[in-house]
């Protein structure tokens, strides 16, 4: 396909250096905002730069802590960042996207609730020659990525996050007995990934699902403690066991355990933030994986800025940045350490 180049751009060594390794020091990313570069201002300093991000929902503590990485890091970087919360709505999320198209921007990142949702508007932001920077999810399927607009796709691995929570999962109750599954979004790529991920790790396995597989919840909390407790009265003999598409979900949805027969049910779920990790050092969730917000909008960030700072071509750029996702539980031994790592004071994973 044709490529779009960009209005503005940016530096090779970082961008090779960010794709083999998947994370950075502090020094090169504050490295983009260096007073050498070219779109300075009169006084010699970087030009501020102006983007607009947007994720699923404010209501989510995974996607509420992606906006204070933004905001946060956007000061640090003297990038200007509007904000544009999806709420949950893929309709409500077109819209307001739709809304802002026209006005000024260096970069765009956005995190899709669905697949295909954003597409036409992506589109014409790629005309007007505005770097999109995928966040999370898919903005379209991966070889239509860079057809709509979107030059790099910066995540952790969604089936790896699934497999690593289920697999402890087994692991915990000696992959034998019931279990539920409760997920996010049908039409969210990451959902649908982590169903995959549950599913290669329990077919080894001989555990009974619950309702014939995942029950879909919209990443919203009183659906899915209403889901779970309706299937915690499918079965008069304790489930053995219950994986989560996000800590929200699960945190959520455990108290409702308490003076069943299932009492001492293994949780596991996906996100590994504040919430999710108090829930593993407490003992209500026996482990989460992490899926790093705080990595994925600050990558984004600092990415976005150097494309613009340095003048990057599309080609320079790769079309993918991999991101990790650590499994946490006690024996793990890294509550503390990520602890520290998500704090809204640092912002780093």
Known sequence: ???????????????????????????????????TRQGASP??????????????????????LGHDTAMLWGEMLDVEVVWIDGELNPQKQREKIDLIVDDDWDFCAFQALQSGALEEPC?????????ILGMDTLIVEPDRLRHAGVWVQIAADHKSIARSSTQYLMDRIGGRGKVIHIGGASAHSGARQRDEGFREIIAMYEVEVL?????WCDWKTEKARDTFEALLQQS????????????DMALASIPALKGTPHEKMVVTA??????????????RLAATTVNPTCMIHMMSLVVGQFICRNNETLE???GEIPLPNPLVSKEAGNIDAMFYLSDPKHCLV
């Not at 779009?4 to 090169?28: C, E, I, V, W």
């Not at 309702?211 to 029950?215: A, L, P, S």
């Not at 304790?238 to 994986?243: K, L, Y």
């Open 270 to 283: 996906c996100d590994g933030q504040r919430d999710g990790l108090t829930g593993v050092r407490d003992g």
């Open 236 to 247: 008069g003999q304790p489930i053995a066991g219950a994986f989560f598409h996000n800590d």
């Open 211 to 215: 309702g014939g597989g995942v029950r």
């Open 316 to 318: 320079d750029v790769p």
């Open 43 to 64: 006084d010699g300093r970087a030009k501020r730069l102006r983007a607009a991000f947007s994720n699923g929902g404010l209501t989510t503590t995974w996607c509420k």
């Open 123 to 131: 589109k014409v932001l790629r005309d007007r020659a505005v770097p």
């Open 1 to 35: 396909m044709t490529a779009h180049p960009p209005a503005q751009s940016s530096r090779r060594g970082f961008l090779k250096s960010a794709a083999a390794g998947g994370t950075l020091g502090l020094s090169a990313m504050l490295a983009g905002c260096a007073p």
